[in-house]
């Protein structure tokens, strides 16, 4: 069964960098792949995503983050830069799949990301 898998999180502090991964199993080829984050006591919500040649940012991250994905791999990178201690959260693999008679998304389990002032 598909499954994604993120690392890279980790204990950073402000201005420093991260780089997370998430590898999706299986042969399937992901359409759309991307990254969210959820802060204790908040909702969930959009970090990037790329699909197509196409990528969003939150207007949050924009010029700090940089998303990527090999597609051979079915991989995405999330590289960020110049971190804040607001950046604080779990952060989640997005991935969603569409073709004739299917339209499935995926969930990583999250990666911890903390940075200290």
């Known amino acids: 069964q598909v499954r994604l898998v993120e690392s890279g999180g980790g204990l950073v502090q402000a201005g420093g960098s991260l780089r997370l991964s998430c590898v999706a199993s299986g042969s399937i080829v992901m359409n759309d792949m991307g990254w969210y984050r959820q802060a204790p006591r908040e909702q969930r919500e959009l970090v990037a995503m790329i699909s197509a040649g196409s990528t969003i940012y939150a207007d949050s991250v924009k010029g700090r983050f940089t998303i990527s994905r090999d597609n051979a791999k079915n991989t995405v990178y999330l590289q960020m830069n110049s971190l804040k201690p607001e950046d604080t959260a779990v952060y989640y693999c997005?991935?969603?799949?569409?073709?004739?008679?299917?339209?499935?998304?995926?969930w990583g389990q999250g990666t911890q990301v903390t940075v200290s002032s």
């Open positions: 997005n991935a969603r799949t569409v073709g004739f008679g299917y339209d499935y998304i995926y």
